[in-house]
């Protein structure tokens, strides 16, 4: 797919009428800049952090930005690549990027929360997740010796406070099940099973996403016990699982190693939070022009729609309930790493014009002449033209 | 729908220095027909058939064009390359050969002596069934798994070979993608003669390619596990090697997305060659697709799932990229318009296929959606036309342009 090289930059569709509206905040994976455009596609504040990004950013409702640095790479660590969205550091910075907290965390990857009592909860491949011989003897599936250094690295959710004091951990191994919740048949035994998104539902318990074992798990808080597990055998590498206002639960399919013969693609779906149903899903027509093999994202908007975040091509797009897309951007952030060129984005958000952390900002266009020249709506090239000669 | 993807279309880029100068044969996946381009994204034929086309298609040196077609009593219709007529018409769409079985899929090849090899589903005994491994158990269709078998005919249709895929496949060593169906060991997608006699066939489903003998059978060459990752379309080079295109699709590890183009040597499994993208998706289909290497060494690639044809340098330097265009990009499965391509093939200007009618001076491109009717002629009512540069205005007259 060359679309990424060739295709039109910012917004290429808006819908002003059908659209929710509001400001998408914006992580470029190999970018230390972080973007919050508006729904013109202008840009109206840039974090410029110290470290890449471990995964996604959030705006919290204080207005400050909070995100997962990669402190180290993986090579530093000591890790493979395989180990992915590796990130080290936590941090908070306030509107204009000036540090407030920051905390060290080693191996913290992917997803992070932070909750209403001010403590914060992220995934790691921590050293005492590290399944013990007999578990992993006992884990099947994946694909045969292709431990790392003869270990599978587990995973674990942490609870810390403001000092860095962990107040709560939920270790992988201890309470999911080797035979059920088992590694897929085409990925490597290095690690299991990738925490690569939770969640806080309103009882206060969390939906986990387990990417390598292609399902969504409910852990209870009290006790740690799954609690329910969601699309197995439906979902394939999933991302971003998250409870709606409804109590559904909506989910990105990526669709990766999906069983059975279908050309790739990815997919959000809805699930039913009982029956684990599947009550609505979005798709892209045809199927392959939405496809994302690893990461991506989705949130439901206030009036019904849903943002999509296809992260390898670097398009968001907001579709209506109905499957019809209101608004679309392509990423015009292009990155050079390591030999790759590209406008990957890791989680989109989109944040509505009153949502608290936006009141009383500077959200003028104005702030940021130069880079809305560069990548602003009003320069980004519209008109295509095949370049013969 | 994307809006952004499906707005950009055509010609995206030639460098006509470097660009293997020719025509384009483009055998889109829904629609009706088969077209040739120049490299400037004109229309300068189109073969409009009834049949839904089934993958390959190859402009033969004679000038006519050799296709395989969708037959509506095939087994596994519903799988991709599911096939069923092999179909060969002149430069106006008459009909001058065909073959008919419906169990017939994916590729064929076109020996020099006119002579053609097909692959066909054969349903395998129970008893060897039950000892294949790999795929999701209890995926078989209606119980049924079904295998190959690579045959080759003659121009009356009389079979002077064939070969039985699961009697010389080994059940512990040819073993499927663990997350495949068990409808079909090994779906071979597609097969050539060595030019010493022994046959290659790439095996779909087992992520492998294949060299048997044809008089004993015995297979003698396996490669491709760990290495290939649902391969599709061998091509035979002049060098001797092997190009083929592997798709990526179900590939263990991490899986990112990325197609690659392979120069292989056979019976060794060298790499000599190979092309991909450093970055994720920037080149990736899952399904479909083919490539090509082109007399100046440049290799002509078909990602078929985006409808996206180019062509790069041995450097892996793109010189030229199209993207289908064309009016057969119809709805049909799907509720809004796609570009898919089954393949796609390029032709000089000096090929023997195309002598005289590449002559005619290509017309400006049609809108999208215009009707062409049904302009496929049965051998019956064919009237010999030598085809003269009025001929073929006459042809473009009635096409309606």
Redesign the interface.
């Known amino acids: 797919m060359n679309f990424g090289l060739t295709m039109k930059k910012g917004v290429t569709f808006y819908d002003p009428i059908r659209s929710d509206n509001g400001y998408t905040l914006i992580c470029p994976k190999y970018s230390k800049d972080m973007w919050l455009i508006d729904i013109e596609g202008n840009i109206v504040n840039r974090w410029r952090m110290p470290y890449l990004p471990a995964g996604h950013g959030r705006l919290l409702e204080n207005g400050n930005f909070f995100y997962g640095g990669q402190l180290k790479t993986n090579k530093e660590v000591g890790l493979p690549e395989e180990f992915s969205a590796l990130g080290g550091i936590l941090m908070e910075v306030d509107w204009d990027g000036n540090t407030i907290w920051q905390m060290e965390v080693p191996y913290q990857h992917h997803d992070f929360q932070v909750t209403k009592r001010d403590t914060i909860f992220f995934s790691a491949h921590t050293e005492n997740s590290i399944l013990p011989y007999d578990y992993a003897m006992k884990l099947e599936g994946g694909i045969e010796n292709t431990e790392y250094e003869n270990k599978i690295w587990g995973d674990a959710v942490i609870e810390i406070n403001r000092n860095g004091e962990k107040v709560w951990e939920w270790i992988a191994h201890e309470h999911l099940d080797p035979k059920i919740d088992d590694i897929c048949p085409l990925e490597t035994r290095a690690k299991w099973p990738v925490i690569n998104s939770l969640w806080i539902c309103r009882d206060g318990n969390l939906l986990l996403s387990l990417r390598v074992s292609s399902e969504v798990v409910k852990v209870e808080y009290k006790t740690g016990k799954i609690l329910k597990r969601y699309g197995k055998g439906k979902i394939y590498h999933q991302h971003d699982a998250r409870e709606l206002k409804n109590g559904n639960i909506l989910v990105f399919d990526n669709g990766n190693h999906r069983q059975n013969y279908n050309p790739s693609f990815s997919r959000v779906v809805e699930m039913h939070p009982e029956t684990g149903e599947i009550v609505w899903e979005y798709k892209g027509n045809p199927p392959s022009d939405f496809y994302s093999a690893v990461a991506g994202a989705n949130e439901r908007l206030s009036n019904g729609n849903t943002l999509i975040c296809d992260s390898q091509l670097g398009r968001i797009f907001e579709v209506t309930e109905e499957k019809q897309i209101v608004w679309e951007y392509i990423s015009p952030f292009r990155n050079e790493n390591e030999g790759s060129n590209t406008n990957f984005i890791w989680r989109a958000h989109r944040y509505s014009n009153d949502y608290t952390g936006l009141r009383e900002k500077n959200l003028s266009p104005k702030n940021f002449l130069w880079e809305n020249r560069i990548y602003g709506p009003n320069l980004t090239e519209k008109r295509f033209t095949p370049f013969v000669f | 729908?994307?809006?952004?993807?499906t707005?950009?279309k055509?010609?995206?880029?030639?460098?006509?220095?470097q660009a293997y100068n020719g025509f384009t044969l483009v055998c889109p996946q829904e629609g009706n027909g088969i077209w040739l381009i120049d490299m400037?994204g004109n229309l300068v034929n189109h073969w409009n058939i009834n049949n839904k086309p089934a993958g390959y298609v190859e402009l033969l040196p004679n000038g006519n064009l050799l296709f395989a077609a969708k037959h509506p009593e095939n087994p596994l219709y519903e799988?991709?390359g599911a096939g069923g007529i092999l179909i060969e018409v002149d430069w106006d769409g008459n009909i001058i050969w065909n073959y008919k079985d419906p169990c017939l899929h994916d590729s064929f090849y076109r020996k020099n002596n006119g002579n053609t090899l097909i692959i066909k589903w054969v349903e395998i005994p129970k008893s060897i069934a039950n000892k294949v491994k790999g795929g999701?158990s209890g995926?078989e269709k209606d119980g049924v798994m079904w295998g190959d078998e690579i045959q080759e005919i003659n121009q009356d249709g009389t079979v002077e070979w064939k070969w039985v895929a699961h009697e010389h496949l080994d059940p512990e060593v040819d073993i499927s993608?663990?997350?495949?169906?068990r409808?079909e060991w090994a779906h071979a997608n597609g097969c050539l003669e060595l030019p010493d006699g022994d046959i290659l066939v790439s095996l779909w489903k087992n992520n492998e390619v294949i060299i048997f003998d044809k008089k004993t059978g015995n297979i003698t060459w396996r490669w491709g596990y760990g290495q290939l990752a649902h391969p599709y379309n061998p091509i035979l080079l002049d060098n001797g090697n092997i190009l083929l295109f592997d798709s990526g699709?179900?590939?263990?590890?991490?899986?990112?997305?990325n197609s690659r183009i392979l120069e292989i040597v056979p019976k060794s499994g060298d790499i000599l060659w190979s092309y991909e993208e450093?970055?994720?998706?920037?080149?990736?289909s899952?399904?479909i697709s083919n490539c090509q290497r082109l007399p100046n060494g440049n290799n002509l690639i078909c990602?078929g799932?985006?409808g996206?044809i180019?062509e790069i340098t041995k450097k892996g330097e793109l010189v030229w990229?199209y993207i289908n265009n064309l009016p057969s990009y119809s709805p049909s499965?799907?509720?809004?318009k796609?570009c898919?391509v089954f393949s796609a093939m390029r032709y000089g200007i000096n090929y023997s296929g195309l002598k005289r009618k590449s002559q005619i001076i290509p017309k400006k491109q049609p809108a999208p959606g215009v009707d062409f009717g049904n302009n496929m002629k049965t051998t019956e009512n064919k009237k010999k036309e030598e085809v003269t540069e009025e001929s073929v205005l006459n042809r473009l007259r009635q096409l309606g342009y």
């Open positions: 729908m994307s809006y952004a993807r707005e950009i055509g010609i995206i880029f030639s460098n006509s220095y400037k799988i991709e999701v995926t993608c663990p997350i495949c169906s409808t699709y179900h590939r263990p590890g991490i899986d990112l997305g450093d970055a994720s998706q920037l080149f990736y899952s399904t990602e799932s985006t996206r180019f990229e499965v799907y509720e809004s796609h898919k």
